[in-house]
């Protein structure tokens, strides 16, 4: 099993592009879940995802959007980028909770800086 | 609002010693207080989880500690060693929902030889 992968590693973009933030998962988890993080604030939840066609918002959604539309992949959109979004986005993804335990397992991350 | 507070920021231990890093939470609803650990450029990884019913919970040289009546908890590692050093996150979450996580700031720990 490859678990959580994320694609691109790194990225660079100019104020105002969109850019949308690749995540797969093979571990067939309902859940998943889209971060970011910043020096020394930790994570904040961004959105995340109970199953296909289900998404919610997080403590930081504004600028960001999801979908779900396979069990599989939880694209991130970022549209009309701001400096503001400069930082490291994990994805994440668990079984349905209380089935075996609460494990989120994170992806490597993308770094995007926005210039 | 900061619903986790961690500390302390970034903590030096020699090997061999205690590493203790605390975390306190107000939602008195959290039922779920898993601690990550990250290596640099990687992503986050459970390394030890703790439900409010037990006061103590130990894995190896991992072990949390929780004070429910305080709203604390605090991640011990005992005999620390140089491929410990990585950042540590405690979080807080509910079971019965998303398991929606609120994270600590995170502690970066460095074992000096």
């Known amino acids: 099993n490859a678990g959580v992968t994320q694609t691109p590693k790194f990225r660079i973009l100019k104020i105002g592009q969109s850019m949308t933030l690749q995540c797969t998962q093979d571990?067939?988890?309902?859940?998943m879940y889209w971060y970011r993080q910043d020096p020394g604030m930790g994570l904040k939840l961004i959105y995340y995802?109970?199953?296909?066609?289900?998404?919610d918002k997080g403590e930081v959604p504004n600028g960001y959007n999801v979908s779900r539309s396979t069990t599989e992949d939880f694209p991130l959109r970022l549209e009309l980028a701001a400096p503001s979004q400069t930082s490291v986005y994990f994805c994440?993804?668990?079984?349905?909770?209380?089935?075996?335990?609460?494990?989120?397992?994170f992806g490597p991350g993308t770094r995007l800086t926005v210039t | 609002q900061q619903q986790v507070k961690q500390s302390p920021q970034s903590l030096i231990v020699q090997k061999g010693g205690i590493s203790i890093i605390n975390c306190a939470y107000e939602?008195?609803?959290?039922?779920?207080f898993p601690w990550y650990q990250q290596f640099p450029g990687k992503g986050p990884a459970l390394l030890i989880a703790?439900?409010?019913?037990?006061s103590e919970k130990k894995e190896g040289r991992f072990t949390i500690s929780f004070n429910k009546s305080a709203k604390q908890f605090s991640l011990h590692i005992m005999d620390s060693q140089p491929g410990d050093s990585a950042t540590y996150f405690c979080?807080?979450?509910?079971?019965?929902?998303?398991?929606?996580?609120?994270f600590g700031t995170g502690t970066r720990l460095q074992v000096t030889l």
């Open positions: 994440a993804s668990s079984r349905t909770p209380g089935t075996v335990s609460y494990e989120q397992y």
């Open positions: 571990m067939n988890h309902n859940y």
């Open positions: 995802s109970v199953g296909a066609g289900i998404t």
């Open positions: 939602n008195t609803a959290f039922d779920y």
């Open positions: 703790i439900r409010p019913d037990v």
């Open positions: 979080a807080a979450g509910y079971t019965g929902t998303a398991s929606k996580l609120t």
